[in-house]
């Protein structure tokens, strides 16, 4: 396998071969998984031999519709199957919401899942990214995300919570204020993907508030919940009408029979499954605990199940990633391709405690070796690679979103685009860190649209007045015309154009009630039914 991890990561779109890929190269069994974010303690060994005795039969038949699922579904989760649609994993119902109902602009914290900015772009949407900060631990400040998407007129807000690999976590209170906030928003998007894992609040979930509002969608996995990854499922919950949008565009049979299957033997399982997100809480706990103890090693807090981690100074991450798989045969997800991270961060799978104790063997010999606090040495030139929106990737997780001079141009290996209209900055944004405010405001030259919307400083700006931030004024929501697909939006450059600069070897990527309700969680995974 050592002579092919390289090779293996160069040939992926996504950020890591599939577990068959890698299989694959080796003896027919994969490495253990840190990298992928999936539930270690479901389904239960009983459970995966009744759908094992039952495999000719799922995969003989055709499954029943989806609504039939959904209602299934519902049923269990207390939810009206009108406010639900089901989608054969949660990217697929993100790339509907943004064919459907993202106009011309979304607004995400960066670093975050990566189809939240991809997606949009790859369709000509201008996104507008708002940087986390490390030396606040990456917290998402609801306050300041709501006056950057108000100083950049966007119409759609993402937010992840838990967001995804940093696990930070936000409490329901906070954001239904910034639901109250934003109102006026086409929409606002709460990625819960994760919530089932979480355990700082009782009720965290926000989805008894979307199906009540006219803006609001709440996503929801299943795959990463159950440990089915396999199984594409996921679900939204959103008032009857966005819901309905989503569904009428879904194929009758986008879920499979796998899927059916697990959905209707869940009810059996309640107390299982609550078991199991009780033991990855406890799990993550011991995990942070014994990867603190490595020298150099910073481990954010999470509430997810997963933990982020910067790695020792000198420390870079595909190094160790590829030395971890060949050496150890331990799959690591490092972060260098995500927009708002870089090479000095991997995002680690909380696993149990036989499992952590040999990623931490061999994380103390690939970071040290024999010497204990010497870290391993940097990744040699001309051998990073990147996968997906590289150019932007390098350029922008460089100086953790804060932008660079000459990006566009950088990026598509021509001349400078024209510069955009200025725009002065609001004075109740003028203590914003530097690089957020550079990114936002005037006296500066605009790059990105497609790709992401970035503000780059201009030699000697004119000397602007400093108003008072108001709102900028909105076109009725008939007359917005959304940015045509491969179109860049405002001057800057479209996915495809990106995508093309990835650099040799990488191919560019195509322009009511629970029946156990003494045992079964409630529809946010927390708690029991009452």
Request: glycine share 10%.
């Amino acid at each position: 396998m050592a002579d092919n991890v390289t090779s293996l990561f160069r040939s992926t779109a996504a950020h890591s071969p599939s577990m068959a890929a890698l299989a694959r190269e080796s003896d027919g069994t994969g490495p253990v998984d840190f990298c992928i974010p999936c539930n270690p303690y479901f389904p239960t060994p009983a459970m995966m031999d009744t759908m094992s005795a039952r495999l000719r039969d799922i995969i003989t038949f055709y499954p029943s519709s989806a609504d039939t699922i959904t209602a299934e579904l519902c049923n269990l989760l207390q939810l009206p199957p009108q406010a639900v649609a089901m989608g054969n994993g949660s990217t697929e119902l993100i790339t509907w919401i943004d064919h459907l109902l993202v106009r011309e602009s979304l607004a995400v914290p960066v670093p975050t899942f990566g189809r939240w900015t991809d997606q949009p772009m790859e369709t000509g949407k201008r996104v507008d990214m708002f940087p986390l900060q490390e030396s606040s631990g990456f917290n998402l400040d609801l306050a300041q995300y709501a006056e950057f998407i108000r100083a950049r007129g966007t119409r759609v807000a993402v937010i992840c919570n838990p967001n995804n690999p940093d696990g930070g976590f936000l409490h329901k209170h906070a954001l239904v204020q910034f639901m109250d906030a934003m109102a006026d928003l086409d929409l606002i998007i709460i990625d819960e993907s994760f919530l089932e894992f979480a355990d700082a609040e009782a009720e965290p979930s926000v989805v008894q508030e979307a199906m009540i509002r006219p803006n609001v969608i709440v996503l929801r996995s299943l795959g990463k919940n159950f440990g089915l990854h396999g199984i594409r499922f996921g679900y939204m919950v959103a008032n009857p009408s966005l819901a309905g949008r989503v569904r009428s565009m879904l194929p009758k049979w986008n879920l499979n029979a796998f899927a059916e299957y697990v959905v209707f033997m869940l009810k059996e399982h309640g107390q299982e499954y609550m078991q199991s997100l009780q033991q990855v809480r406890r799990d993550r706990l011991d995990m942070a605990s014994q990867l603190s103890s490595l020298p150099g090693l910073t481990v954010y807090p999470s509430q997810g199940n997963f933990l982020f981690v910067r790695l020792p100074v000198g420390a870079e991450g595909t190094v160790v990633r590829d030395r971890m798989l060949t050496e150890h045969r331990i799959l690591i997800r490092e972060c260098g391709n995500k927009i708002g991270s870089s090479s000095r961060f991997v995002r680690l799978v909380v696993r149990p405690q036989v499992d952590v104790r040999r990623l931490v063997s061999g994380l103390e010999q690939v970071l040290y070796g024999s010497r204990r606090g010497a870290a391993v040495p940097e990744l040699g030139t001309g051998t990073n690679y990147s996968s997906g929106t590289a150019a932007v990737d390098r350029l922008v997780g460089a100086t953790n979103g804060g932008g660079m001079p000459g990006l566009a141009a950088q990026a598509l290996g021509t001349g400078m685009p024209s510069p955009a209209p200025a725009m002065p900055m609001p004075a109740a944004m003028q203590q914003m860190p530097a690089a957020m405010a550079a990114q936002s405001y005037g006296g500066a030259q605009s790059y990105g649209g497609a790709g992401m919307q970035m503000q780059m400083p201009m030699q000697q700006p004119q000397q602007v007045p400093q108003p008072q931030m108001m709102q900028q004024p909105q076109m009725p929501m008939g007359q917005q015309q959304p940015t045509p697909s491969g179109v860049p939006a405002r001057n800057g450059l479209t996915a495809a154009q990106v995508r093309g600069t990835t650099g040799p070897g990488l191919a560019p990527a195509p322009a009511t009630g629970w029946p156990a309700a003494q045992s079964w969680p409630n529809a946010a995974g927390m708690g029991q039914v009452s």
